[in-house]
């Protein structure tokens, strides 16, 4: 479970961010961010990988079924097998997170060949 303090970026903050970056209005913002995850959606559901360059990578997994357990009652419970997504952060956005590491990632990036 999360921690209710923690801060998040929620979809209407993004929302406000495009409209400010792109210098488009509130209405057309959310309609841009609406087409792209519509297109995420879509891609995931016909089993398509979804990539986008600097950020990470889309995908389905297959899960097994399994028997868990009703925390409540502690009774078995079947739990049927299911497609869950599952993203996979790229090289340049771990190295972002993990700090000192991520900046030779980056100069590795973006030195000349």
């Known amino acids: 479970m999360s921690d209710p303090t923690t801060p998040r970026l929620t979809r209407q903050e993004l929302i406000e961010q495009i409209a400010v970056v792109s210098e488009v209005s509130r209405k057309d913002s959310q309609y841009i961010l609406d087409i792209i995850l519509e297109s995420i959606v879509r891609a995931l559901k016909t089993g398509d990988r979804v990539e ?28 049927p097998a ?21 900046e030779e990632v980056l100069a590795a990036e973006t030195s000349p060949r």
């Open 82 to 102: 299911m497609r869950v997504a599952y993203f996979k952060p790229s090289k340049k956005l771990a190295a972002l997170l993990n700090g000192s590491a991520g």
């Open 52 to 79: 986008i360059r600097g950020l990470g990578s889309f995908r389905t997994r297959q899960r097994r079924s399994r028997i868990g357990r009703n925390p409540r009652t502690g009774a078995r419970v079947e739990v």
